[in-house]
């Protein structure tokens, strides 16, 4: 069996649930390597880190695994052949049986070999093609211009791709919406695994105090709209925590007020405790899931959203947070305004729906009919 991922520059979401498939596959079945398009060459997680990586030629060149990924979208399909040519010779080595890849961008459409199966996890069709072009565009320069020229033909190139993969799963009903409009198909929804556990435990017993303050946790790209929670803020005086780092970072450091903090990324325990303290997470952007709302109702913490994509799923009006329907500050403001208090509990019963069990069960019923009936090691 193989792994295949987008590209491993960081630990996000979605290598949350590549982490989480390589150890429920695992207990299954030999996993002989995880393909990916970009590798930076860091430490991702000890599952992950334990499988042998297959790189693309690009992909291991230093520069292409950081910011220039970026500009590299009409190369993708060629990024992809290339990899597709060494899982051929994986497959020549040692037969594989099955391909499991987790796609937000380009290795949904990896070529497997004659008679090999692939399942895709599907985060979401690549937003700067298919969806929130508009979003990426905002900064304008050679960026926009290149995402302009490139759209139509890498439309043609991914819908190709899909119709090559025997079973599709999406992430959230927003992505299997988006499924069935892109490429014409009906994906089963599975929910991301959250650790809701962990992320509910670093309250305590009793529960940390709450100090009033707001939360955002996001990498800082044009389309997670952290710009309105920064703009909010401003206006309400309100004390905002920043958590993560991005191509809009700068830009939004300098829109910022006196109570605005930008701590950059932190690791687990720190997270758990900025989700401890705050008072509402402000998730303002159209998501295709929403892994850090569940994380932060898993803490007790409410969660003001926009009206739209994955947090419709997560988040219920009134009970564990509220929503805001018009990317304004006005209208982000009123939604906080009346935004649940003291509704720790009711949050923590809603998260558990997301649990890392559930997607344990549920994904691999969906597996075990491709299964190999015997395993490959690594020649």
Known sequence: MVLAHDWLCGVRGGERVLDRLARVISAEAEVVALLVMFDDGRPVTAALDRLPRVVSDVGCVGPASGGLRRWLLPAYPMIVQNLGRKLEALHDRAPIDLVVSTSSAAIKNLPTPAGVPHV???????????????????????RALGLRLARERYKDWDRAGTANVARLLANSAHTAALARACYGVEPRVIWPPVRTAMFGDARGPSGATRDGSWLVVSALEPY???????????????????????????????????????????????????????????????????????????????????????????????????????????????????CPRNADEACQRAAERFSEERFDREVLAELRPYLPGRTYLPS
Not at 120 to 142: F, K
């Open 120 to 142: 895709c996890y599907l985060h979401t069709p690549p937003r700067y093609v298919w969806s929130q072009g508009a979003e990426y565009e905002r900064a304008g320069g050679l």
């Open 224 to 338: 997670k709209r952290v710009d309105l929670a920064v703009c909010a803020a401003n206006r309400a005086g309100a004390s905002l925590v920043v958590v993560g780092e991005g191509s809009e970072g700068h830009r939004l450091r300098a829109m910022a007020g006196p109570t605005v903090r930008f701590v950059g990324r932190v690791d687990d325990e720190e997270l758990a405790r900025r989700y401890a303290s705050a008072s509402v997470l402000i998730f303002p952007q159209v998501e295709d899931f929403g892994i850090v709302a569940v994380e932060a109702l898993a803490s007790g913490l409410p969660v003001v959203a926009r009206r739209a994509g994955g947090a419709i799923e997560i988040v219920t009006e009134g009970v564990t947070g509220g929503f805001f329907d018009v990317p304004s500050v006005d209208s982000l403001l009123d939604a906080v305004a009346h």
